[in-house]
């Protein structure tokens, strides 16, 4: 269950057309930056299960980049199961690395690019999206919270300056 809810967002945030750096784009051509400057692409977006440096939680081949791992802890629900099947709530974290060397520089990068991620995630969440949340026998149904922060962490040479913990509501489909 976890490596599919993790693929299904990071393959989601690397999309073309709705993946973070398609919104990063929609915010300029939408004039939703008041001003400000865009934020470079996205180079590196991993997962845990796929991804060896975001496993190791070691510095990203490049910056800026975007990693998806496991927030603990999952819960699963007994009510309305089938026999074999699980439900649950998959939590799952997603941290922004700046190309910044410090925070205050990265803020602004760092607002624009959640945000971005925000949209993305939001359109994943579309009923007309619902095959782009379903992978061997996992389908992501909804997510029950969703919750955006800054950060100031250090990960080898590299700053993380903001993230987001969504809990997805998943279902065996297949037990």
Known sequence: MIPQVLRIHSNWLKDNTYGVNAQLAALESESLLDGDTVPPDVAFIGNQIDDRVVARWVDPPERPA?????????SFQQADQRPGQLRGVVPVGIRYFTAHGNPDEAAEDTAHTLRAIYRSLIDLYLNANSASRTRAGIYVEAYSELLLGDLAETVGNSLVTGGIVLRARVIETSP
């Open 66 to 74: 975007i990693y998806v791992n496991l927030d603990l802890p999952i």
